[in-house]
């Protein structure tokens, strides 16, 4: 429950910025966010691993509205997958589709997400996909598991 409200949050300018800018919002934030970069995650996981845990990594946003946005989350989470890998953490990442780039068409979306799955395979690795609200869940037919 916390996490969707804190991903809520996440997405509005001037909560994000008390959250990320002041003390308090920082101590509260720290027990959801790992950090607000890549080497501050990796840092985050590097602690919880050596304690025998395995880590998730989800860069906060979703429903971006244009392509730059899109381009940019691609571009983290190849950064996140690379770290993981070089740094040997036992972590993943979990992406949304709508921070892919699902409002700007289907197609533009899969393009993003197949770089970011691309590279996660020849790493080694794999991609967490998130639940997203209803109106992305029941989009066109059912799969093979549906």
Request: proline share 1%; aromatic share 6%.
């Amino acid at each position: 429950m916390w996490r969707s409200v804190f991903l809520r949050l996440s997405g509005n300018g001037p909560i994000r910025t008390v959250a990320t800018r002041t003390a308090i919002g920082r101590q509260v934030a720290s027990r959801f966010v790992a950090g607000e970069t890549v080497d501050q995650a990796a840092a985050a996981c590097r602690g919880l691993v050596s304690h025998g845990l395995s880590t998730q990594l989800d860069y906060l946003g979703e429903n971006v509205h244009d392509q730059r946005q899109a381009a940019e989350s691609v571009e983290t989470y190849q950064r996140l997958l690379r770290t993981i890998k070089a740094e040997g953490l036992e972590s993943h990442v979990s992406l949304k589709l709508t921070q892919m780039g699902l409002e700007l068409g289907e197609a533009t979306c899969m393009e993003n997400v197949d770089q970011v799955v691309s590279l996660a395979s020849e790493l080694g690795t794999f991609v967490w996909l998130d639940m997203e609200g209803s109106d992305y869940a029941v989009r066109g037919e059912a799969g093979p598991l549906g």
